[in-house]
């Protein structure tokens, strides 16, 4: 037996015992014994966390990498650190010598015909798509992509962004489905055929975008517009990735996202929905996962109502209660993305609770952004009008990784 099984046999039993503590003692109205029994169970579980994370975490550093279209290695990108190394590494991704460095505010006054410098005018002499928009440069990419990683509660629980180039419509990679199973057999026995372990998973990047507007005076004279810029058009994207990345139809041209997503795990929380009055639905999302032999879960992305419901929690006697040690080290992300009106039953009031490790989900994303001026659209009112296109796609690498919790209300 495996580590691996022997912890998840371990996390089993104690999950078990805790609920049955529960269901004994309702508002934790136990004695001195049942404390004591109570804060073993929770210190184990937090043992077993770490040890589970640290088994997660080699298989992580043994993961092949990925590649694009023409074999060569693609890192996927989680944070400032990962998102500076890779635009580095392009080729027109720092000025030249004698030039002058582009923000995304140069870039925008020179897309829209204003003053700028030679930098931004070579970058628009080659860096334009058939739609007539102009690709953003590669060193203008990260200061966006650096506030788009706080601004998504997806990428902000742990999830990457594999850049694309733009050789290739789709991009197609093997993700994991089952977990084979082993079995014994005897001399010159046939050897037992195991479920299916890997699934292809097609990205095919759709088009994203919005259309702003910015009066030629501030983009002309504020100086802070491209901090504001890079903030503007990160949260724009992030709010709809995150959308579409949790409950996305997949009816074109909108990607799948994980709620429809085949082999996720669900936790449904009462036939009409029930009221927050506890962890256990986070507990009992981290035993689906867990039995299903998937890597133990980092982190719950749930709608602000349900975030506050939980930090607000209280025992019959009116003291805080307390995040099982289980799950102390989960970051708790609040989106708006993840609604309080779904029906359940013959309620229309509940929401759900993504729990998971949100490193298996991935958003493909083409190399870079395209800005289009909208030059006439405002043009009575001094403004000017942009049109900011992304191309992404969303894959769920591990579905059986993630849990999804229903009728929370």
């Known amino acids: 037996m495996s580590r691996l099984t022997e912890l998840r046999a371990e996390a089993d039993k104690l999950n078990a015992r805790t609920k049955q503590l529960l269901e004994e003692h309702p508002g934790a109205s136990w004695g001195p014994k049942q404390q004591t029994e109570w804060d073993t169970l929770m210190n184990r579980a937090g043992q077993l966390d770490v040890e589970f994370k640290a088994l997660d975490a080699q298989a992580q550093a043994s993961a092949p990498a990925w590649k694009n279209p023409?074999?060569?290695?693609?890192?996927?990108?989680?944070?400032?650190?990962?998102?500076?190394?890779?635009?580095?590494?392009?080729?027109?991704?720092?000025?030249?010598?004698?030039?002058?460095?582009?923000?995304?505010?140069?870039?925008?006054?020179?897309?829209?015909?204003?003053?700028?410098?030679?930098?931004?005018?070579?970058?628009?002499?080659?860096?334009?798509?058939?739609?007539?928009?102009?690709?953003?440069?590669?060193?203008?990419?990260?200061?966006?992509?650096?506030?788009?990683?706080?601004?998504?509660?997806?990428?902000?629980?742990?999830?990457?962004?594999?850049?694309?180039?733009?050789?290739?419509k789709s991009f197609t990679t093997a993700a994991i489905d089952n977990i084979p199973t082993a079995s014994w057999r005897l001399e010159s026995g046939a050897v037992a055929v195991s479920d299916p372990t890997f699934?292809?998973?097609?990205?095919?990047?759709?088009?994203?975008?919005?259309?702003?507007?910015?009066?030629?005076?501030?983009?002309?004279?504020?100086?802070?517009?491209?901090?504001?810029?890079?903030?503007?058009?990160?949260?724009?994207?992030?709010?709809?990735l995150d959308r579409v990345a949790l409950r996305g139809s997949g009816v074109a041209p909108q990607p799948l996202g994980i709620l429809g997503t085949p082999g996720i795990q669900t936790v449904a929380n009462g036939a009409n929905g029930t009221a927050l009055a506890g962890y256990a639905n986070l507990l009992a999302a981290t035993q689906a996962i867990l039995q299903a032999d998937?890597?133990?879960?980092?982190?719950?992305?749930?709608?602000?109502?349900?975030?506050?419901?939980?930090?607000?929690?209280?025992?019959?006697?009116?003291?805080?209660?307390?995040?099982?040690?289980?799950?102390?080290?989960?970051?708790?992300?609040?989106?708006?993305?993840?609604?309080?009106?779904?029906?359940?039953?013959?309620?229309?009031?509940?929401?759900?609770?993504?729990?998971?490790?949100?490193?298996?989900?991935?958003?493909?994303?083409?190399?870079?952004?395209?800005?289009?001026?909208?030059?006439?659209?405002?043009?009575?009112?001094?403004?000017?009008?942009?049109?900011?296109?992304?191309?992404?796609?969303?894959a769920v690498m591990y579905p059986k990784a993630i849990a999804v919790v229903t009728g929370v209300r």
């Open 199 to 240: 699934r292809a998973v097609v990205a095919a990047p759709k088009s994203l975008a919005f259309l702003f507007k910015v009066s030629r005076e501030l983009l002309a004279d504020a100086p802070n517009m491209a901090q504001a810029l890079n903030t503007a058009i990160a949260q724009a994207f992030a709010k709809e």
């Open 294 to 394: 998937a890597p133990a879960p980092l982190a719950a992305i749930m709608s602000p109502r349900s975030l506050i419901k939980l930090a607000g929690l209280t025992d019959s006697t009116g003291q805080p209660i307390e995040k099982p040690s289980m799950l102390e080290n989960w970051k708790m992300i609040a989106t708006s993305q993840v609604p309080n009106n779904l029906a359940v039953g013959t309620s229309s009031d509940c929401s759900e609770i993504y729990v998971g490790d949100f490193s298996k989900v991935q958003f493909m994303m083409r190399e870079q952004m395209t800005i289009q001026v909208a030059s006439e659209l405002f043009a009575g009112t001094g403004e000017i009008g942009f049109i900011c296109h992304v191309r992404a796609d969303v």
């Open 70 to 168: 023409e074999g060569g290695d693609v890192k996927v990108l989680r944070n400032s650190t990962d998102i500076r190394a890779h635009y580095s590494a392009m080729s027109n991704s720092a000025a030249r010598p004698g030039e002058d460095p582009i923000r995304i505010d140069d870039f925008m006054r020179g897309v829209a015909g204003m003053k700028s410098n030679a930098s931004v005018h070579a970058a628009l002499s080659t860096g334009t798509d058939s739609t007539g928009g102009y690709m953003i440069p590669s060193v203008v990419m990260p200061g966006i992509l650096e506030a788009l990683v706080p601004a998504s509660a997806l990428l902000s629980a742990g999830a990457g962004i594999v850049p694309l180039n733009a050789g290739a």
